[in-house]
T-cell receptor, first 116, second 112 residues
Framework: GAVVSQHPSRVICKSGTSVKIECRSL??????MFWYRQFPKQSLMLMAT?????????EQGVEKDKFLINHASLTLSTLTVTSAHPEDSSFYIC????????????FGEGSRLTVL | KQEVTQIPAALSVPEGENLVLNCSFT??????LQWFRQDPGKGLTSLLL?????REQTSGRLNASLDKSSGRSTLYIAASQPGDSATYLC???????????FGKGTRLSVIA
C-alpha cells in the first residue's frame, strides 16, 4: 500500500511554545489529508481536513487558530500546535487518500506530543 | 451522523483459537469499510478494505465481511498467534467518500 510518513514521532516541549508536525505522502500525491487526534485508550477523532492549495476544514470544537494546518504541496501537510499547553498532549496521526481515489486511507506512524 | 460501535471492547484468547471481532455502524449508506490494526503507541496499519459493493475480503488469516443493509461487519482471525495482539479498529466514512469515523476498537490479547 501507499506510504505516509510523519515527523517527528515524539516531541516534548514547554508550555507556551509551538510545535510543527509534518505529514508526507512518499509514493503518491495526496490532494486531501486528514489530521486525527487520539487520547490514551480512546479512538481517533478527526480534527481537520486539509486540501492542497486551500484552507483546511476544521471539525466542530477544534480551534483553527490553535491548530494551524498548511497543505502547500501534493505531498506535504503540516500541523502546527501553537502556544501549546499540557492539555494538548496527545497522539496526532495524519492520513492521506491516494490522488486516484480508491477510497482507501493510509495513515502515518503518529506523533506523540508531550507538553510540560 | 455516523456512529461506529465495536464489540467486544477487549478479548483475551489462547493461541490457536479462531476469533471474531464485531463492528456496527448506524448509517448504511457507506462508500467502504476499513479494518485497521494499531499496536501500542503506534500508527494504524490498514488490514482490509471492503468496498460497498463487496461482501467480504480476505488477506491471509484475516477475513472481513460486510452486510451494509444491517450495518455490520465482522473481522475473522484464524489460528490466532501472540503476534496478533493489538487493538483492531473498524472505520467507515461519515457519509459518501468523506473522512473515516472510527469505533473505539477491540483490544485483543493472544496468550501463548
Amino acid at each position: 500500500g501507499a506510504v505516509v510518513s510523519q515527523h517527528p514521532s515524539r516531541v516534548i516541549c514547554k508550555s507556551g511554545t509551538s510545535v510543527k508536525i509534518e505529514c508526507r505522502s512518499l509514493d503518491f500525491q495526496a490532494t486531501t489529508m486528514f489530521w486525527y487526534r487520539q487520547f490514551p485508550k480512546q479512538s481517533l477523532m478527526l480534527m481537520a481536513t486539509s486540501n492542497e492549495g486551500s484552507k483546511a476544514t476544521y471539525e466542530q470544537g477544534v480551534e483553527k487558530d490553535k491548530f494551524l494546518i498548511n497543505h502547500a504541496s501534493l505531498t506535504l501537510s503540516t500541523l502546527t500546535v501553537t502556544s501549546a499547553h499540557p492539555e494538548d498532549s496527545s497522539f496526532y496521526i495524519c492520513s492521506a487518500r491516494d490522488r486516484v481515489d480508491t477510497g482507501e486511507l493510509f495513515f502515518g506512524e503518529g506523533s506523540r506530543l508531550t507538553v510540560l | 451522523k455516523q456512529e461506529v460501535t465495536q464489540i467486544p471492547a477487549a478479548l483475551s484468547v489462547p493461541e490457536g483459537e479462531n476469533l471474531v471481532l464485531n463492528c456496527s455502524f448506524t448509517d448504511s449508506a457507506i462508500y467502504n469499510l476499513q479494518w485497521f490494526r494499531q499496536d501500542p503507541g503506534k500508527g494504524l496499519t490498514s488490514l482490509l478494505l471492503i468496498q460497498s459493493s463487496q461482501r467480504e475480503q480476505t488477506s491471509g488469516r484475516l477475513n472481513a465481511s460486510l452486510d451494509k443493509s444491517s450495518g455490520r461487519s465482522t473481522l475473522y482471525i484464524a489460528a490466532s498467534q501472540p503476534g496478533d495482539s493489538a487493538t483492531y479498529l473498524c472505520a467507515v466514512p461519515n457519509s459518501g467518500n468523506t473522512p473515516l469515523v472510527f469505533g473505539k476498537g477491540t483490544r485483543l490479547s493472544v496468550i501463548a
